[in-house]
């Protein structure tokens, strides 16, 4: 699992901005789902939710994120969030998932988290101010490992205290690139998906 910390060394870099973002007056929550190295059994990935709106901000207990896996996945590791539920995970022996659940719920982790925990833009409890990102890293399994067989989740949720949001389906757009720390070396995704979400209604 050494490879899972090598992103923690990476700055982000994006090279896409979300059209949407640009041309509604009220913005929106983009997902940015970013594979970054393959593994035996899948892949690890940086999940990022932009907050593109101009004047609302997430405040404490903060955002949920959710979506259905399309095949069997299973989540090895997290690095800067986790799963509200385990699951059933009573078919491995030895090395346990983080969570077997077929339709996971991700937190973010609290300010305090230890450091080999972190990763850039985490912990914050779950607020998202306007205008900032959120980003946890993930280690899936039991997944497709090449562009082509690695499977984009789908039905997205994204929620907030006392606000609803509609999520659209997820799209494969330009990988990411990134700039290393010294800020002499360029690199990119493997593979890039995107999912926007609109605000709907308080609550």
């Known amino acids: ?42 892949y690890v990935a940086v999940v990022t939710a932009y907050n593109y709106q101009k004047q609302r901000s997430i405040t404490r207990p903060g955002w949920k994120m959710s979506w259905k896996w399309t095949k069997k996945e299973i989540i090895w590791s997290m690095v800067g969030a986790q799963t509200t539920e385990q699951g059933d995970c009573s078919m491995f022996k030895g090395n346990i998932p983080h969570s077997c659940v077929h ?17 850039a833009n985490c912990c914050k409890g779950g607020v998202l101010k306007s205008g900032l990102e959120s980003a946890f890293q993930l280690s899936v399994g039991s997944a497709g490992t090449s562009v082509k067989t690695a499977r984009m989740p789908v ?7 006392k606000q609803q949001y509609i999520c659209g389906p997820t799209k494969n757009v330009r990988p990411t690139r990134f700039i290393t720390a010294d800020k002499r070396r360029m690199t990119s995704a493997l593979m890039t998906w995107n999912v926007t979400c609109v605000f709907h209604k308080a609550t």
């Open 155 to 161: 039905n997205f949720m994204f929620t907030a205290p």
């Open 1 to 42: 699992m050494e490879s899972l910390f090598f992103v923690l060394l990476l700055v982000s870099f994006s090279c896409f901005t979300s059209s949407e973002a640009l041309t509604s007056n009220n913005g929106n929550i983009t997902i940015k789902w970013d594979l970054m190295n393959w593994t035996p059994d899948g």
């Open 103 to 119: 339709k996971p719920t991700v937190v973010d982790l609290l300010p305090g988290t230890p450091y080999n925990q972190q990763i």
